[in-house]
């Protein structure tokens, strides 16, 4: 007993510091309304359609049904409630009422309808409800409609597209600058932003410099801009490694026909160095086509580099069809020294792989977005942004149908996953309240500056 | 020494029961995958199994499912055993996980063919049988003086502190005030001042200890009182009838005008929440006492609950069986708290969903006219102002 009252104070005293620490972690001052968020990013987006966005952003301007929480759990957006049969094949998802578009229009049930038409068989019942009748039970359907392929807009004739989310296009400059406005009526309450200036096409080293002086508040940084912005004190994020790259070939060019080229090539490269040395161990090595952090089985697809078997492939190809040109993103300063060492490892292997910026070519380094957290749907993005015939979905919901799925995107080899990396940001001293998802989403309607600083 | 013995004994029950836990917290998981298995390797031959843990588990507990994968298999007639004529079939399990939970993976060769199997759960697994239900929580207005509750007017929002009763307006998303007038107050407020704010179309009612006013809030402000004790609980159908507040306190006194006009006596309480018993509505008083009394509309006893809080509100929702009680957290005004949902299962309340956490005491929180939707005021410790909040309840099933 008598120990246990002289460490009463001393346990009070803990629980205080405790206490007092929690309180240090939280915002020190109310969020406070108002500025202009400056934000650049690489991509020179030319058209309102989320489709064509970085994934980070489509959340700013236009909402979905759900949002997925930080494990990917659906919870109530412009859908308030769900029902299903037992089957999981009817659902019904009741709207949350008085939500419009920007353009001032209802966001009703057969809005939605009309915009989720390709997904199934939708249907408005009334005002408010959506109906979606699905062919084969779908279990996952909620999170599947809080992907962004899923956002709820209206497209006008014009093509342009409205969304209802916490920003408003209010300026629209294709591919160079875009000022999102705050949407005075959004359903989750106003951002405290006034709007976002989001400046696009810039290039990485431009960002960085705009961070360090102030010009800019959010940018995207390359690993090595990281480490240095690091150095010198700036605030910096990474992502879980989302975004995939991979050597994507093409399907119509001969030179890149033989599946023993693909083969030769997928097996010579030497993901570890280029890991060590290009990424600055940033991301993670891969031979899957989804992150691991997503499905816990991307182990599955080796990613190890086999020499002596890719000069087994190389081997038997005729000496005219050892030669492909590889393409990259001039803009992207990763990409050329990546593209160059995966030449020199094809070289061993006794493939000629001749590297170029941008144009046509044999190959190319392409960066992938995830586009969503349902992996049947990134699938299907993946397999349209790589050419690939039409992603059918497996007709039974299962871990291992979808394993089945991804082994058969892969299978022909005209998709080369190297690498998942993650999304390194810059932040400004007056960014308030960032809390992006950790897959990337950037939340920025949670936002606010302090104006004090500069 | 018997101490000591007394307390290894107790140390034993306790990392039993832990191990119990973790068994019973990966059963599903460990049935499925034996199942697959099973079924991948028939007829079954000796295997080679082997395990690793890429997950977050810890090394105990992955040893626990490693025991129970292996008992599993055994128990189908899957065992290690020395290769016989036809080979060995090799089993390599995968302790990993992904966005959503544990992902277990058995890659299975049987020397001709390769076969995988997966079984995926939730970390935490959902409560069975019940909604997914959350409170969404949304900040209406922050201000020194002490809000006592809340109401929407058409587009605005009627406030009700201490001392006025202010309308506001929206603009650009922040709420402004547009007009008010002023309480006539002739006497001291009680130290724990609450008050009740009611709206039909412009105009209002407010009950205040001992006072009830109303008046007009639409185009202009007006306000008359009178000196009151009864305060509504409930309304139209849904009412348990007019109870008497005690005006120095900050409580009902127990004595309640019912509907159909005879007085009825229940234990005093600080609030009450309607909820549906099965099919027929049913009473929850806050009391006095601690505990938690249950009525019928008739304001006959049928039982109690252990108390759950001494704020509580009934809603009607979409979740569940379609009403649950919300309730404040115990504590004094010195700490933080939270307010959470609870379905009535079986007679009895059971927490649903996550709770929302305030920044200090709760201090008010009522139903709202709005379906689904409470009202609640919360002090903020550090700096002592009052905020509103709406809280609504969502669901997903």
Known sequence: MQRFVWRLPALISLLVSLTGLSAGGRAETRPRYGGRLTVEIHDAITFTDPAAWPPQLVALVYDTLVKLDERGEPRPALAISWLHDPENKRWEFRLRPGVKFHDGAPLNAAAVAACLKGLSSVAAAGDDVVVIQTENPTPDLPARLGGTANAILRRGADGVTTGSGPFRIAEWQPGRRALLAANDDYWGGRPFLDDIQLLMGRSPRDQAIDLELGKADLVELTPDDARRASQRGARTWVSSPAELLALVFDRVRAAVDDPRLRQAVGLSIDRAAIYNVLLLKQGESTGALLPAWLTGYSFLFPAVRDLERARQKAAFLPKSGMRVTLTYDAADPLARPIAERIALNAREAGVIVQVAPGGEADVRLARLPLRSLDPEQALAAYAAACGSPPFKAPPIFSPEANLNAEQKLLEDGRIIPLFHIPQIVGLGSRVRNWNPEPWGDWRLDGVWLDLGRT | ?397
């Not at chain 2, 076969?115 to 020194?144: V, W, Y």
């Not at chain 2, 922040?174 to 002739?186: A, D, G, N, Y």
């Not at chain 2, 649950?324 to 969903?353: M, N, W």
């Open chain 2, 1 to 397: 020494m018997v101490r000591s013995h007394r307390r290894f004994s107790l140390l034993t029950i306790l990392l039993l029961t832990a191990a119990a836990a973790s068994g019973q917290r990966f059963d599903r998981l460990v049935h499925g995958l034996a199942q697959k298995i099973a079924t991948a390797v028939k007829p079954h031959p000796p295997v080679t199994l082997s395990f690793r843990n890429v997950s977050s588990l810890s090394a105990a507990d992955a040893a626990l499912a490693r025991a129970a994968i292996d008992r599993e298999l055994r128990g189908l007639g899957v065992a290690a055993g020395e290769p016989g004529p036809g080979g060995t079939t090799e089993i390599k399990v995968t302790l990993s996980e992904n966005l959503r939970g544990f992902v277990w993976i058995a890659e299975i060769d049987t020397g001709d063919e390769r076969a995988i199997a997966i079984e995926e759960a939730p970390k935490t697994p959902p409560a069975s049988g019940t909604t997914s239900l959350a409170i969404e929580k949304k900040l209406m207005i922050e201000q020194d003086r002490q809000i006592l509750d809340l109401a929407t007017i058409g587009r605005g929002l009627l406030v009700l502190d201490s001392e006025a009763l202010t309308l506001y307006e929206s603009a650009t998303g922040e709420w402004q005030p547009k007009l008010s007038v002023r309480i006539p107050v002739t006497r001291p407020w009680p130290r724990d001042l609450r008050g009740r704010l009611l709206v039909q179309g412009d105009t209002y009612q407010a009950y205040l200890p001992g006072l009830t006013c109303n008046g007009n809030a639409g185009g202009g402000m007006s306000i008359t009182c009178r000196d009151a004790l009864l305060w509504p609980i409930g309304a139209g159908s849904r009412m348990l009838g007019f109870a008497q507040f005690t005006p120095a306190r900050n409580y009902f006194d127990g004595r309640v005008i019912a509907p159909n006009g005879s007085t009825v006596s229940v234990p005093p309480f600080f609030s009450a929440a309607e909820f549906q018993a099965g099919t027929a509505p049913a009473w929850a008083l806050a009391g006095v006492d601690g505990q938690t009394h249950l009525y019928n509309t008739t304001a006959k006893n049928s039982g109690a609950w252990s108390a759950i809080g001494n704020g509580i509100a009934g809603l009607e929702s979409d979740c569940g069986g379609r009403s649950q009680v919300l309730a404040s957290a115990a504590g004094d005004g010195t700490v933080t708290d939270s307010i959470s949902a609870y379905d009535v299962i079986d007679g009895a309340p059971r927490p649903t969903g996550d709770a929302v956490a305030f920044l200090g005491p709760v201090t008010v929180l009522w139903p709202a006219a709005e379906r689904g939707v409470a009202f609640a005021v919360s002090r903020d410790l550090r700096s002592g102002r009052y905020a509103a909040f709406r809280l609504a309840i969502t669901c997903a099933h």
